[in-house]
């Protein structure tokens, strides 16, 4: 089955809102990631929260965690154009080294 | 530092022929890890390497995918012979340690098999 689903498939704001972006998975995991990739470029690291953390802050970023949900939440506040992105969550579980991804979100910011 | 490099960038290649994908992990990573993103599709972990060593290959799909370390550096992903549903883009990342630490991704080679 499909790890880390992000909603919506696709956003699009206006500079200067916030974006919200969700993702939900299945098993127990150790930790959640956050990747971006500008279109045609590889994945760049964001954020990892681990399982015993709620909520982290990087920069305009905020990650929350909620594993009785089993769900994460990217916010993007004061969004740019150059955050236009494809965003997409990673979970690695607790049984192995390896990530699942998403499907991934769609951001588009209109200047 | 440079970061993880993919060779090649693209690649368009015919049905039943090969493709060999080259990545260049960090340096002093031990792991490697290669993916690959479907068409529109989620990416798929297809293996791990610690080393030279295969760690876990569950995500390989089928036997026309090898992969090889060969002395611990960089690796190559061989898709021998090359079917349609083979395009998608692949990643690899690599971390210096296991234990979900982070990965790095390098930029992806883009795979069309005609």
């Known amino acids: 089955s499909q790890q880390g689903e992000e909603d919506p498939q696709a956003l699009s704001i206006q500079e200067g809102e916030n974006a919200t972006m969700n993702c939900s998975y299945k098993?127990?995991?150790?930790?959640l990631q956050w990747y971006r990739q500008n279109s045609g470029r590889g994945l760049v690291h964001l954020i990892l929260?681990?399982?015993?953390?709620r909520e982290k802050h990087s920069g305009r970023l905020r990650v929350t965690l909620d594993t009785s949900k089993k769900s994460s939440s990217l916010l993007i506040t004061a969004s740019r154009a150059a955050d236009t992105a494809s965003y997409f969550c990673?979970?690695?579980?607790?049984?192995?080294?390896?990530?699942?991804f998403g499907a991934g979100t769609r951001l588009t910011v209109k200047p | 530092e440079a970061g993880v490099t993919q060779f090649p960038s693209h690649s368009v290649i015919e049905k039943g022929q090969t493709v060999t994908l080259r990545c260049d992990p960090i340096?002093?990573?031990?792991?490697l890890y290669w993916y690959r993103r479907v068409m529109g599709k989620e990416i798929k972990f297809l293996l791990h390497?610690?080393?030279?060593?295969?760690?876990?290959e569950s995500g390989m799909p089928n036997n026309r995918f090898l992969a090889e370390r060969t002395g611990g550096t960089y690796s190559t992903l061989k898709v021998q012979p090359a079917e349609l549903e083979d395009s998608g883009v692949y990643f690899c990342?690599?971390?210096?340690?296991?234990?979900?630490?982070?990965?790095?991704f390098g930029p992806g080679t883009r795979l069309l098999v005609l």
């Open positions: 990673a979970t690695a579980p607790y049984n192995n080294n390896d990530m699942r």
């Open positions: 340096s002093g990573h031990d792991n």
């Open positions: 929260i681990r399982s015993n953390e």
């Open positions: 098993t127990s995991i150790n930790n």
């Open positions: 990342a690599s971390s210096q340690l296991a234990n979900h630490e982070t990965q790095y």
């Open positions: 390497f610690v080393k030279e060593s295969k760690q876990d």
